[in-house]
């Protein structure tokens, strides 16, 4: 199937069950499944709770319709392989929830025009690589990850490596938009941290890694967070991927009480 067929057919996504189940929360259950699948590869932190989440999930759904799943999640490969490889970083699960999830008026998502404009803004960066080696970008209000997606497409262009030369911390309250920059993010190869968060109270849900931003050490070479503070999630992904640290901070009589333990 051809890259603009398979982009078309993505349409078909909330029809699986043919209307047994309403087709928003089979779009929003697509991305969930998706997200953890891609979680679960490189995660140890949250690998057993997620897993959890996942059989929940996927309790809901016909074998047949967890084909028609699998065989979508190949197509998004597909998809976002051909992408990459032309250099266009489309918000492909943006655009698609937009047009066809707009039976929820729950948000609206940045526009890619809008995206482009603020990625170019942004793009005055070869100082701060040039002296730091790297950029880091954060949003706060992430959506589907919009732009990143495009200040990282503007860094291509440029002659950057992604994998290199940025970091991204992409934040929203919403779980469908955590989900979605997720994915994107960890398709394109971008080291990110995605979280559900309140950026107001600071009160973190849910954190999630990119496999290259794990791959590539980045909690170790620039940890990213809404506060100065150790993440306790971060400080367990150093632990589970690196035994040395595990015994130095084991010493050290860690884990502390961490502020968000109680909640």
């Keep these: 199937m ?6 078309k057919g993505l349409a ?15 779009f929003r259950d697509f991305f969930e499944l998706l997200a953890i699948r891609i979680s679960n590869g490189v995660d140890p932190v949250h690998l057993a709770q ?36 032309s250099g266009n970083l489309d918000d492909v699960l943006g655009r698609l929830y ?17 995206s482009i404009v603020i990625s170019r803004i942004l793009m005055n960066i070869e100082k701060i690589i040039e002296q ?6 954060g949003d706060s209000t992430c959506g589907s990850g919009g732009i990143p997606l495009k200040v990282a497409e503007e860094m291509l262009l440029k002659g950057y490596n992604l994998t290199n030369n940025l970091v ?17 993010l960890s398709m394109y190869g971008i080291p990110a941290v995605v979280t559900q968060a309140d950026i107001l109270s600071l009160s973190e849900d849910t954190r999630w890694y990119t496999p290259i931003y794990i791959l590539g ?20 992904l ?19 009480k961490f502020p968000d333990d109680d909640q």
Excluded: C
Excluded at 217 to 236: F, I, K, M, Q, Y
């Design 2 to 7: 051809e890259y603009k067929e398979k982009l």
């Design 12 to 26: 078909d996504i909330p029809e699986i069950t043919n209307g047994r189940i309403e087709r928003l929360t089979v």
């Design 50 to 85: 997620r897993h959890e989440f996942a059989l929940k999930t996927s309790e809901k759904y016909t074998e047949a319709e967890l084909d028609e799943f699998e065989r979508y999640f190949s197509d998004l490969l597909d998809i976002y392989a051909y992408n990459l490889k």
């Design 98 to 114: 937009e047009k066809h999830g707009h039976l929820s008026r729950e948000q609206e998502l940045t526009p890619d025009g809008i």
């Design 132 to 137: 730091k080696g790297f950029l880091t970008l």
């Design 168 to 184: 991204v911390l992409a934040n929203d309250i919403n779980s469908r938009s955590v989900h979605m920059a997720y994915i994107q």
């Design 217 to 236: 050490n980045w909690v170790w070479r620039s940890p990213v967070g809404h506060t100065t503070a150790r993440n306790r999630d971060d400080e367990l």
């Design 238 to 256: 150093k632990m589970m991927t690196h035994p040395i640290y595990t015994a130095i901070r084991r010493i050290e009589g860690w884990p502390p």
